[in-house]
């Protein structure tokens, strides 16, 4: 059974970078054809694809947020990371890690996930 556990700073200043790792435990980052996605929520609003890392390492952005994020891994600890530069108060939302078993931007298509960590942006 694929476990994935989000984590980082709950806090983070505006025009700073959010940082959040996810550790996935039951199954390896590079195997298969998996996907390993971020995702959030913002307060009130629906889910938002943010990116994706494949199994074979390639990496994919939403195009609205292509210029801010990054997403790498470190395979030797079988985890993934995110990182959001020049943040706003409009980037506070639960960040989700999740799997897909192809590639997708739809959120829905994502079998496993995180159970989500609150970043609020804020001075």
């Known amino acids: 059974q694929v476990q994935l556990q989000e984590s980082g700073p709950g806090l983070v200043k505006p025009s700073q970078t959010l940082s959040l790792t996810c550790t996935v435990s039951?199954?390896?980052?590079?195997?298969?054809?998996?996907?390993w996605g971020w995702i959030r929520q913002p307060p009130g609003k629906g889910l938002e694809w943010m990116g994706a890392?494949?199994?074979?390492?390639?990496?994919y952005y939403s195009p609205p947020l292509k210029s801010r994020t990054s997403i790498s891994r470190d395979t030797s600890k079988n985890q993934f990371t995110l990182q959001l530069r020049t943040v706003t108060p409009e980037d506070t939302a639960v960040y989700y890690c999740?799997?897909?078993?192809?590639?997708?931007?739809?959120?829905?298509?994502?079998?496993?996930w995180g159970q989500g960590t609150q970043v609020t942006v804020s001075s």
């Open positions: 999740a799997r897909a078993p192809h590639y997708s931007t739809e959120t829905d298509e994502y079998d496993y």
């Open positions: 039951g199954g390896s980052i590079t195997a298969n054809d998996y996907y």
């Open positions: 890392i494949a199994a074979s390492g390639s990496i």
